[in-house]
């Protein structure tokens, strides 16, 4: 019988600071290259990895990395917890234990060839990061391309260096609540960008992943914009533990958010009490 | 030919079976079976830091438990199914496969609930050996059990308590306590609930755990343990950066209800729950699943006509 909680070892390849307690981690398997699923992705864009380190636990990351890339994946870590601050004293060479990719990830052949306005705040950034690779690679075969990100400062906005490359293939819509003096771009929330998207509702669907507050924001800039429930999807966030749907950390009503998500659409989460 | 063991040797088979087997007498064990399989904490990875290698404790040992009732039997063949589906869970298999079950009830039964092996009382001198797969079979090569012709049976009838009654419709239970979710009854048990987790821990079924790693003192290995969690204690749902997504006891208390007869229910057909009574008779709090369940039904039937 395959032991599902056991992982495999990475090793850490490339360290990138992002903010004052944001780092990046490229992570590189000690044997062979990531496997490719059914769909030739060493993952789906909104999957999740458990990445641990012996003496401090496992929590999950949204890979940031192209899914068509399987000698490595991106995981962008904050620090805010016992296994975060751990991987940050960590350098380039140490290794680290992986499991996964878990979860649905957002439904790529849903999406295909649709009007897509991607949301994210903070650090919520990285499964969109993965998202936006994926449809820089098959961008003929999709229509109007947005993403909307906000942060509370511009230095807390992560990734600088890959979203000044996306600029070239997709619309990228940057908002701050706090700038600085050399901030040009917009101020307040993500609601507040509205106008400047074009799409055609009827064949648009959105791909959200941010902090709580965040969820009422979309609300008021999606629906508007005359996109449906169903279509707008949500990466969601919960206590992990197996990954594996036995654990019941992660449920929310009548779902496991390690199995049946973390992606959903709003028309699940509306109906859910949990 | 039935297979008959006789009362007063039941014991002389029992200390036949311990020079083979590692055998444990759970009659009258406070923790259910489960803790045999899935232990109340248990190592499931070492890691070597010198020599950087991963390595899970084997488990050797064959276990035989004794004296299973009939809702113990029902519960293990349930613990079964959640730990095989939808995907299996490696180290209750690598425990549970080895070992052997074996049944005992004063009370008749129809249908055989789960184990490897049953003895079920007929008269009140003689338990009828009911062998039920190839380890049942293996055990009951014993000169103790032995085939009697026409032995004299008698019926044990047991009396059906309200709560089991009311987990045939499972699907009636299922649809009331989704439907009870702003029902009064959840304040009212937010006020008693002590959050102790000790109906989580005595219920043959729940099995939610946590995994947490610690270091040796030296720093030289650290494990990987699994332990039991309670869905209604105050940190089982909360995150790095502290947000809590189950922050009161009244949510953390209607989710476990919830997992027991909805989630449950979509997940496998059925509820969660035997009827032991195990929550209710250790709960310091003295609530009652059955007295709950039969409030929330009851409104639910009114809502439904009106």
């Given amino acids: 019988m395959k032991n599902l909680y056991k992982p495999f070892k990475v090793k850490i390849i490339r360290i990138e600071d992002h903010s004052s307690d944001t780092k990046l981690f490229r992570l590189k398997k000690d044997k062979g290259s990531f496997l490719k699923n059914k769909q030739g992705l060493s993952f789906v864009p909104g999957q999740f990895v458990l990445i641990g380190f012996f003496g401090y636990g496992e929590a999950p990351f949204g890979p940031a990395s192209s899914p068509y890339q399987t000698s490595y994946i991106d995981i962008v870590v904050r620090k805010v917890g016992t296994l975060t601050t751990a991987l940050h004293q960590l350098k380039v060479g140490d290794r680290v234990f992986?499991?996964?990719?878990?979860?649905?990830?957002?439904?790529?052949?849903?999406?295909?060839?649709?009007?897509?306005?991607?949301?994210?705040?903070?650090?919520?950034?990285?499964?969109?990061?993965?998202?936006?690779?994926?449809?820089?690679?098959?961008?003929?075969?999709?229509?109007?391309?947005?993403?909307?990100?906000?942060?509370?400062?511009?230095?807390?906005?992560?990734?600088?260096?890959?979203?000044?490359?996306?600029?070239?293939?997709?619309?990228?819509?940057?908002?701050?609540?706090?700038?600085?003096?050399?901030?040009?771009?917009?101020?307040?929330?993500?609601?507040?960008?509205?106008?400047h998207i074009e799409i055609d509702p009827l064949d648009a669907v959105s791909a959200m992943c941010g902090p709580g507050p965040m969820m009422d924001a979309l609300e008021k800039i999606l629906r508007p914009l005359g996109i449906s429930d169903r279509r707008i999807f949500v990466n969601m966030e919960r206590k992990m533990q197996c990954g594996i749907g036995k654990c019941q950390h992660c449920t929310v009503g009548d779902k496991y958010v390690c199995q049946d998500g973390p992606v959903f659409n709003f028309d699940q989460i509306d109906k859910s009490w949990d | 030919?039935?297979?008959?063991?006789?009362?007063?040797?039941?014991?002389?088979?029992?200390?036949?079976?311990?020079?083979?087997?590692?055998?444990?007498?759970?009659?009258?064990?406070?923790?259910?079976?489960?803790?045999?399989?899935?232990?109340?904490?248990?190592?499931?990875?070492?890691f070597d830091k010198?020599?950087?290698?991963?390595?899970?404790?084997?488990?050797?040992?064959?276990?035989?438990?004794?004296?299973?009732?009939?809702?113990?039997?029902?519960?293990?063949?349930?613990?079964?199914?959640?730990?095989?589906?939808?995907?299996p869970d490696f180290f209750y298999w690598q425990r549970r496969i080895k070992s052997i079950l074996i049944g005992?009830?004063?009370?008749?039964?129809?249908?055989?609930?789960?184990?490897?092996?049953?003895?079920?009382?007929?008269?009140?001198?003689?338990?009828?050996?009911?062998?039920?797969?190839?380890?049942?079979?293996?055990?009951?090569?014993s000169k103790f059990l032995k085939q009697v012709r026409n032995p004299k049976v008698k019926k044990y009838p047991s009396v059906l308590k309200p709560l089991k009654k009311m987990l045939l419709d499972p699907e009636l239970l299922a649809e009331a306590v989704a439907w009870s979710r702003n029902h009064k009854i959840w304040d009212e048990l937010a006020e008693k609930c002590l959050g102790c987790g000790i109906c989580t821990y005595v219920c043959y079924l729940c099995h939610c755990f946590s995994i947490e790693d610690s270091v040796s003192l030296d720093n030289s290995k650290c494990s990987r343990c699994r332990?039991?969690?309670?869905?209604?204690?105050?940190?089982?749902?909360?995150?790095?950066?502290?947000?809590?997504?189950?922050?009161?006891?009244?949510?953390?208390?209607?989710n476990w209800f919830y997992h027991k007869f909805v989630r449950a229910y979509q997940e496998y057909g059925k509820a969660q729950c035997v009827a032991c009574g195990k929550c209710k008779k250790y709960c310091p709090a003295r609530i009652s699943i059955e007295e709950v369940l039969k409030e929330i039904v009851k409104d639910y039937k009114k809502d439904r006509k009106s």
Avoid at chain 2, 234 to 251: E, W
């Fill in chain 2, 227 to 254: 332990y039991w969690d309670a869905c209604t204690l105050p940190g089982f749902s909360k995150v790095a950066g502290g947000h809590n997504f189950h922050k009161s006891i009244k949510q953390r208390y209607y």
């Fill in chain 1, 98 to 195: 992986a499991r996964g990719p878990y979860g649905n990830g957002f439904p790529v052949n849903f999406i295909f060839g649709k009007d897509i306005v991607m949301v994210t705040g903070g650090c919520g950034i990285p499964p969109i990061a993965s998202l936006v690779e994926y449809i820089i690679k098959n961008r003929n075969k999709f229509g109007r391309t947005y993403l909307i990100y906000g942060a509370k400062t511009p230095a807390d906005l992560l990734l600088k260096d890959r979203i000044e490359k996306w600029k070239k293939d997709i619309k990228v819509l940057l908002t701050v609540d706090q700038p600085d003096h050399r901030w040009l771009g917009s101020v307040g929330m993500v609601s507040n960008l509205i106008d």
């Fill in chain 2, 1 to 46: 030919m039935p297979l008959v063991i006789e009362k007063k040797q039941i014991e002389d088979w029992l200390a036949e079976l311990k020079q083979t087997h590692t055998l444990i007498d759970i009659r009258d064990s406070i923790l259910p079976p489960k803790q045999y399989f899935f232990p109340p904490q248990e190592e499931i990875f070492v």
């Fill in chain 2, 104 to 141: 005992l009830t004063d009370k008749s039964f129809e249908v055989a609930p789960g184990g490897d092996l049953i003895l079920e009382k007929i008269n009140e001198d003689q338990y009828q050996v009911l062998v039920l797969t190839k380890k049942g079979r293996k055990i009951a090569k």
């Fill in chain 2, 50 to 87: 010198k020599s950087q290698k991963l390595t899970s404790p084997a488990q050797q040992e064959e276990l035989l438990l004794f004296g299973l009732s009939l809702k113990k039997l029902e519960a293990m063949t349930q613990l079964d199914e959640i730990m095989e589906k939808p995907q």
